[in-house]
């Protein structure tokens, strides 16, 4: 292993709540009352399937771009002082550093909220070897396509990276990057994660020989 694949939403912090919360405020704005659980097969997807899919469902017509911008507005108006990192979180990625290994964050989420969540958090986007936002792949998870993007970013073999996950569609993605992976059950529970190389409860469970599958 020579480097580490950190997805963002779910693993490093719980911002699925609040950006559900302001998904919903935007459905309300336009008049269609939505719920929590609509989104639920969306997580990881990326906004814009994730409002879209959720519009979808109720054959509500949605202008997705401008849909996008309002959901994120409404975002970053509730995000001061309401994400913080996952305990062990901020440890792990530091961990991971002093180890030598190259660290990225691979996120389906576009840049503005990217660059919000991990400010809040701590790891600020210079800290990091890599960043891959939905805007730097045409085809969001469950493809791929991000994390071999990172590891062409980090100049390592996918074989020699291995992906932090949380969610179906993530963890789907990873190993069809041919990526060993291991699935956080901090979102979905752990009987929905078994293709993961490795489930635990929580990312503060996490040691570097699992992530090495030396342990």
């Known amino acids: 292993m020579k480097a580490v694949i950190f997805d963002m939403d779910g693993v490093l912090a719980d911002s699925e709540p609040l ?15 939505v719920h929590e659980e609509d989104f639920h097969p969306f997580v990881g997807t990326g906004e814009n ?4 899919g959720v519009a ?3 054959g509500f017509p949605l202008d997705i771009a401008e849909a996008k911008r309002r959901t994120y507005e409404i975002y970053l108006e509730r995000l001061p002082g309401r994400l913080q990192p996952f305990p062990g979180a901020v ?3 530091q961990q991971c550093r002093r180890a030598g ?3 990225a964050v ?4 576009d840049w503005i909220k990217v660059e919000a969540n991990l400010k809040a958090i701590g790891l600020p986007p210079s800290e990091w070897d890599a960043l891959v ?9 469950p493809f791929p396509d991000i994390f071999l993007t990172a590891a062409r970013r980090l100049n390592c073999p996918p074989l020699q990276c291995v992906v932090i ?28 994660l078994q293709e993961a190389d490795l489930v635990v409860a929580r990312i503060a469970d996490l040691t570097l020989d699992d992530l090495t599958g030396t342990r």
């Open 101 to 103: 290994y190259k660290t």
């Open 56 to 58: 979808e469902k109720y």
């Open 106 to 109: 691979a996120s389906s989420a």
């Open 19 to 33: 950006i559900c919360e302001a998904a919903m405020a935007m459905f309300r704005e336009k008049g269609l009352a």
């Open 91 to 93: 440890p792990l990625v």
């Open 165 to 192: 996950e949380d969610a179906v569609n993530g963890v789907a993605a990873a190993r069809a990057a041919g990526m060993r992976c291991i699935a956080i059950a901090q979102t979905f529970p752990p009987e929905q």
């Open 49 to 52: 399937r994730y409002l879209g």
């Open 133 to 141: 936002t939905a805007e730097d792949v045409e085809r969001r998870k």
